[in-house]
């Protein structure tokens, strides 16, 4: 059997996301031994821009670090990137172009897990994710590509979200914050979704498929199985990006 594929890990926008990442991609990889594990070169860097603020508000964007992020993990080794943020993909475009290896997008992988789960065309999938991912329409447009829909929370209830995202993230993962994500979950369910789709770290930190109103699929969990798969070789990775002088090939 021949040695599993070197993985490239962009943290995003902070430590937490790319963590969970490689904590899920260490609990899935089969191993008998630790040097069974799978190789994994990180950049995480807190000084990242914000990408929620460089959506939304016009800020700095952090498109030309994420890029030399990923060219650093290609020089290093990295047979393959991907990325532990849902919201930084809206600069997939900008790191694909600056590296010469396949980017395994957690978009991508996230709408043909909900694909092949959606009971038919046209299902609506209730979308948890951060506010500049919603605002980029991600996810929106991956699953429109296969047929499906979305619904996302909007409004006051969009702010009551975001709020809970914030103190989420500052620690509070604690039963009332549970109750509450599920209370988004479950306004989404009544808007039509049939399945809920966890798109940011936070909501994967506190909802489960146990405490969720509807089915759930965890973004970052498709991402990590993704990954295991495309370094032991169980499938084939996607071709990187191809680019010539005047735009994609």
């Known amino acids: 059997m021949s040695a599993p594929k070197t993985v490239g890990i962009l943290g995003g926008m902070g430590h937490a996301a790319a963590i969970d990442l490689m904590a899920r991609i260490h609990r899935l990889t ?25 959506l939304l508000r016009g800020g700095p964007s952090p498109a030309p670090m994420l890029a ?17 943020s849902s919201t930084a993909h809206a600069f997939q475009f900008d790191i694909e ?66 709020d809970l995202l914030h103190a989420i993230g500052a620690g509070d993962t604690g039963p009332r914050s549970t109750r509450r994500l599920a209370g988004v979950g479950a306004r ?22 146990e405490t969720a109103p509807a089915p759930l699929i965890d973004a970052m969990e498709v991402l990590a199985v993704a990954v295991v798969d495309y370094a032991l070789g169980r499938r084939a990775l996607p071709p990187p990006f191809a680019w010539t002088e005047t735009g994609p090939a």
Do not use: K, W
């Open 30 to 54: 089969p191993r008998t031994r630790e040097q069974d594990g799978i190789r994994l070169i990180v950049d995480s860097n807190p000084a990242t821009p914000d990408g929620n603020d460089a």
């Open 68 to 84: 030399a992020m990923a060219r650093g993990l290609e020089t290093r080794g990295a047979e393959f990137v991907a990325m532990a």
């Open 97 to 162: 172009r600056a590296i010469g290896v396949p980017f395994v997008s957690m978009i991508e992988e996230a709408g043909a897990a909900l694909a092949a789960r959606a009971p038919g065309p046209g299902t609506t999938i209730g979308l948890l994710a951060a506010e500049g991912c919603l605002h980029s329409g991600l996810y929106q447009s991956e699953l429109a590509r296969r047929g499906l829909s979305s619904v996302v929370p909007e409004g006051a209830a969009r702010d009551e979200f975001m």
């Open 188 to 209: 989404l369910a009544r808007d039509g979704a049939t399945l809920l789709l966890a798109a940011c770290t936070e909501a994967s930190l506190v909802l489960t498929p």
